[in-house]
């Protein structure tokens, strides 16, 4: 039965929800686990395509939502990734991806509803430099949603993306890692506007909210959720030292 | 955090909250524990306020013309004056005149501009340096139109607004983020809004009729029916809660997926497509703020 514009009970969001959890398992799978129990939800880790079989599946009767977790970072310049390295990735992030939702989506149109939301970096959408094949399969899961998102409204299912910044969970460490931990919070604060580091609780509030009926009308969207790092242009880059270089007035600049 | 009470003792400003959109916001906002002003030129703006008042005691409308700067500025005071500081501002209002670029009246176009984006700035210019002075994590949310991304003819004045509408709100989350406080825009596809209600009400007491007037626009979004103003409710308490805290300077489309066609594509229905849009037309109509 298609449930769509019921009250929403903030109570227990997720009450009687049954969501499969798959993809990387690690501090972003951790903090929405435990969130979506708190809200009444069952789940399921799917996190080996040989925990994933059809059987599985068709012992649940019914699956609300399907939660993707994007691998963490591969950081190497371009000339380094070989091809064995680049189709590991893929198998991993959008292949896997691809997988599972082939799996999930006759029961979900069945039901006529359910949501799947994919957690990947916000590279997908803007350049890093040592992230390319990463990159691109980020890109190709946000670009796959897309495709799932049309191709499935009319069923009652949604599906969309969380972009998340490049300091949170297992891909802020490898910033720490890399940079020394000065350095690394020294660029948490200067290239994001809100100027701290993310945390998994706010991945896991806006995976919340795409997958409950908060986001009832909403397919197809990416959310970023990294501090307001995509609208960062040249100005933080380049800020005048000398603030009265830009000193003429408005009727100076029309003269 | 509380998420059965996500906006707990925070005071909200809704601009047009009295009727439609902003009264869905409104509600939604008081449920969640909020203090509520609401302002417009609506006669139910009174009304509107009483209603609130049920959920959140503190709330209170005031009346004014959001395209009269001086009354936009009385209203600042008088919140400031009621309320302290604001955590919440979401700019809510909304109006449209359907005309080409070449035949744009300017008498019009800056009505457009001072309700829809210059309103917006006062008012975020009224609110942000108390937030900044009393280091209030404030939230600012923008409801603009998928018109400033992807435009229909004839309204240009109106996309013009909505489109200077994401870039402030751009901009200021640049400007205030390091003070901990957070802008997003929301972009409404086409919804049940009050002039739509309006033209529903008109016929009320002819359901196929109704039915005749939403498949009019079938379509124009892959999903089956077009949003309810609860809907982009729930959207703004995202933004405005802390359920968000990480999340600034995004524009956010909540258009049923119309933005992401790349072309016009139609792709097969199930065979039941009849019945649930039927399911979703009644939900629609059957809601509190169509009556």
């Keep these: ?255 | 955090m509380n998420y059965y009470r996500l906006l707990e003792n925070k005071n909200c400003v809704i601009t047009s909250g009295a009727h439609g959109l902003g009264y869905a916001i409104a509600r939604l906002f008081a449920e969640h524990g909020a203090r509520v002003a609401i302002c417009g030129l609506a006669f139910s703006g009174r009304e509107s306020a009483n209603l609130l008042r049920a959920i959140s005691p503190e709330s209170f409308f005031f009346k004014c013309d959001l395209s009269e700067l001086n009354q936009v500025d009385e209203f600042g005071d008088e919140v400031l004056k009621c309320m302290d500081h604001v955590d919440v501002l979401v700019n809510c209002v909304g109006i449209n005149m359907r005309e080409p670029i070449t035949e744009i009246n300017m008498e019009h176009f800056d009505t457009i501009q001072s309700v829809n984006l210059k309103a917006a700035i006062q008012l975020i210019g009224k609110f942000v340096p108390v937030m900044i002075e009393k280091n209030i994590h404030g939230s600012i949310v923008n409801i603009s139109s998928i018109h400033s991304i992807a435009p229909s003819a004839v309204t240009g004045s109106y996309a013009a607004s909505k489109g200077g509408l994401n870039a402030i709100s751009r901009v200021l989350a640049l400007e205030v983020g390091q003070y901990g406080i957070r802008t997003n825009t929301l972009c409404c596809g086409w919804i049940a809004t009050t002039h739509i209600f309006k033209e529903l009400n008109a016929i009320k007491n002819d359901r196929k009729k109704q039915y005749a007037f939403l498949e009019q626009f079938n379509g124009t979004a892959p999903c089956l029916s077009p949003a309810r103003a609860e809907d982009i409710a729930q959207h703004a308490l995202f933004l405005a809660s802390d359920m968000s805290s990480y999340i600034t300077g995004a524009t956010l489309m909540n258009d049923g997926g119309a933005t992401i066609q790349a072309h016009y594509c139609d792709f097969p229905e199930p065979d039941d497509a009849f019945d649930m849009r039927r399911t979703l037309y009644n939900a629609l109509l059957d809601s509190e703020y169509v009556r």
């Excluded at chain 1, 799932?148 to 069923?155: N, T």
């Excluded at chain 1, 948490?188 to 509030?205: H, K, M, T």
């Design chain 1, 1 to 255: 039965m298609i449930q769509c514009y019921n009250p929403i009970d903030h109570i227990a969001i997720m009450k009687d929800r049954v969501v499969l959890l798959a993809g990387y398992d690690g501090t972003i799978a951790g903090s929405i686990r435990t969130l979506f129990k708190r809200h009444g939800a069952t789940i399921i880790d799917v996190f080996n395509e040989k925990n994933l079989s059809l059987e599985m599946l068709k012992n649940n009767e019914k699956i609300d939502s399907l939660v993707f977790i994007s691998h963490p970072n591969v950081i190497t310049s371009i000339e380094k990734i070989d091809s064995l390295a680049a189709n590991s990735i893929f198998q991993s992030g959008c292949l896997f991806l691809h997988s599972i939702v082939k799996q999930v989506l006759p029961i979900m149109k069945r039901q006529r509803e359910g949501n799947i939301v994919s957690i990947v970096p916000d590279y997908a959408v803007a350049a890093v430099p040592g992230v390319s094949i990463c990159a691109a399969n980020a890109a190709a899961s946000v670009s796959y949603l897309r495709a799932v998102a049309i191709e499935c409204c009319k069923f009652g299912i949604r599906a969309n993306s969380v972009l998340t910044g490049f300091s949170i969970a297992e891909n802020g460490d490898a910033q720490i890692h890399q940079l020394g931990k000065e350095a690394a919070e020294d660029a948490f604060v200067r290239y994001q506007p809100l100027g701290r580091r993310g945390s998994c609780e706010d991945v896991a509030n806006a995976a919340l909210f795409c997958a409950s009926s908060m986001s009832n009308s909403i397919t197809g969207e990416s959310i970023p959720v990294n501090g307001g790092v995509l609208i960062v242009g040249h100005s933080q880059v380049w800020q005048p030292k000398d603030k009265s270089v830009f000193s003429l007035t408005l009727k100076e600049q029309r003269k």
